[in-house]
């Protein structure tokens, strides 16, 4: 589904889209679990004994958490391969994840702020839980700023690799910030060996935490065969403009 380093090495004339039979069917699905979602979080999983209804931000909250710390890992992945082997194709990997962590750390804080005015009556609180995201949100926008400080691509994919391998410590500080400081954000609920909620609750959770993965890996996808489209794109249009210039030489 997503290219391979020799087919982002070649030269072929750039694809029409980043879509395929299998991403549009694989599409409509998620779609259509996304309304099982909505169904199982307002119908079938009731409101929780102390949280009441906002219990249900949570089945978005805590699911694009854990998501933006895997997309995190892939950037990070991706950027110490791209240092290692100088390859276009993990540069892009990183950058995807990188872009979709982004998207996701924003979806956390924006629900975690929804979650807070009617848990601790205000929207924001400088808690260290909420503190370190923003940091991790603010890092990934440098990431991104990073990416487009630079007229030579390779220059930018250098420096934003390692700003990347920096997201893998902050995800720790993050996950741990609850543990190590006294905060007002709840502890560790639901990866414990005896989880705080149960029934349909855990079921919804769980099925969230699927979902959101899953709608991850197909941006991934997609967001990986733009950037190819678009080095693709680069590409012929260097190459047009070379042979340009050589039919001019020879007039």
């Given at each position: 589904m997503i290219a391979t380093e020799a087919e982002v090495g070649s030269a072929s004339p750039p694809a029409t889209g980043t879509g395929s039979v299998l991403t549009r069917v694989v599409g409509f699905a998620l779609l259509a679990g996304?309304?099982?979602?909505?169904?199982?979080?307002?119908?079938?999983?009731?409101?929780?004994?102390?949280?009441?209804d906002t219990v249900r931000l949570l089945y978005v909250h805590v699911p694009s958490a854990i998501t933006a710390y895997l997309g995190c890992f892939v950037c990070a992945a991706g950027s110490a391969m791209y240092l290692w082997k100088r390859s276009a194709?993990?540069?892009?990997?990183?950058?995807?994840?990188?872009?979709?962590?982004t998207v996701y750390a924003a979806l956390t804080l924006v629900t975690g702020m929804l979650w807070g005015k009617p848990t601790w009556g205000t929207y924001w609180q400088w808690d260290a839980r909420l503190t370190t995201t923003l940091m991790l949100f603010m890092l990934l926008l440098g990431y991104l700023a990073l990416r487009r400080t630079?007229?030579?691509?390779?220059?930018?994919?250098?420096?934003?690799?390692?700003?990347?391998?920096?997201l893998v410590p902050n995800i720790i500080v993050v996950n741990r910030s609850v543990e190590w400081w006294r905060t007002l954000h709840q502890k560790t609920t639901l990866v414990r060996l005896?989880?705080?909620?149960?029934?349909?609750?855990?079921?919804?959770?769980f099925y969230a935490w699927v979902l959101m993965i899953a709608v991850f890996a197909w941006l991934l996808v997609h967001r990986f065969?733009?950037?190819?489209?678009?080095?693709?794109?680069?590409?012929?249009?260097?190459?047009?403009?070379?042979?340009?210039?050589?039919?001019?030489?020879?007039?």
């Open positions: 996304a309304a099982l979602l909505a169904w199982l979080a307002f119908v079938v999983s009731g409101p929780d004994t102390e949280l009441g194709w993990w540069d892009m990997v990183a950058a995807a994840g990188g872009e979709i962590a630079s007229f030579d691509p390779e220059v930018a994919a250098r420096r934003a690799a390692i700003v990347g391998l920096l005896d989880p705080q909620i149960e029934g349909w609750q855990l079921s919804t959770f065969r733009l950037a190819w489209l678009e080095r693709q794109a680069v590409s012929v249009e260097l190459d047009a403009a070379l042979e340009a210039r050589r039919a001019e030489a020879l007039t």
